[in-house]
T-cell receptor, first 110, second 116 residues
Framework: DAKTTQPPSMDCAEGRAANLPCNHSTISGNEYVYWYRQIHSQGPQYIIH???NNETNEMASLIITEDRKSSTLILPHATLRDTAVYYC???????????FGQGTELSVKP | NAGVMQNPRHLVRRRGQEARLRCSPM?????VYWYRQLPEEGLKFMVY????????ESGMPKERFSAEFPKEGPSILRIQQVVRGDSAAYFC??????????????FGPGTRLTVL
């Protein structure tokens, strides 16, 4: 599975959009980009995933570059409850383990 | 639809005792995963099971750890002769498999194991 690179931490003002970047330059053609988050001490929570096209759901939007070497998770209106560690994971959509890196610790501030 | 359930939520054991952690997947999910999070560290995959089968145990320590997912009942992660280094949060996740997406894994609240 491809390796990902994320900034270790980011701050965001409450109510503003949070844009979390992820580099995955070695991604292969049939690997998906998944995003999870872990709010302090809780179990991780699935957010969104995509292959080539941009995706949007009730939680977030996922923007994948045309060459698929990077992506951005967008929380359109961040709230204090969005403070968490966000993980970008690249893998085949065929089941199996999630490999969690260090993630990005997002702090949403009032 | 209840989420993934884990019990107990907190477990205290003395060195040398056995720890049994239980995980009930979401209804309709046939795939179960176990992850461990040591204090101040990231989440690490341990084992992936389907009903009555271990699919991938590449993250399981070679000794003292075992896992099962029987035809009936919850998945069990068993740690024999616990040591202080086993103190961690153990998370279980489930997914529906091929029909509903393999990697949308739904996590339980975790079991915090403390070894005295």
């Amino acid at each position: 599975d491809a390796k990902t690179t994320q900034p270790p931490s980011m701050d965001c003002a409450e109510g503003r959009a949070a844009n979390l970047p992820c580099n995955h330059s070695t991604i292969s053609g049939n690997e998906y980009v998944y995003w999870y988050r872990q709010i302090h001490s809780q179990g991780p929570q699935y957010i969104i995933h995509g292959l080539k096209n941009n995706e949007t759901n009730e939680m977030a939007s996922l923007i994948i570059t045309e060459d698929r070497k990077s992506s951005t998770l967008i929380l359109p209106h961040a709230t204090l409850r969005d403070t968490a560690v966000y993980y970008c994971i690249v893998l085949y959509n065929q089941g199996g383990k999630l490999i969690f890196g260090q993630g990005t610790e997002l702090s949403v501030k009032p | 639809n209840a989420g993934v359930m884990q019990n107990p939520r907190h477990l205290v054991r003395r060195r040398g005792q056995e720890a049994r952690l239980r995980c009930s997947p979401m209804k309709g999910h046939s795939h179960v995963y176990w992850y461990r999070q040591l204090p101040e560290e990231g989440l690490k995959f341990m084992v992936y099971l389907q009903k009555e089968n271990i699919i991938d145990e590449s993250g399981m320590p070679k000794e003292r750890f075992s896992a099962e997912f029987p035809k009936e009942g919850p998945s069990i992660l068993r740690i024999q002769q616990v040591v202080r280094g086993d103190s961690a949060a153990y998370f279980c996740a489930s997914s529906p498999g091929a029909s509903g997406g393999y990697n949308e894994q739904f996590f339980g609240p975790g079991t915090r194991l403390t070894v005295l």
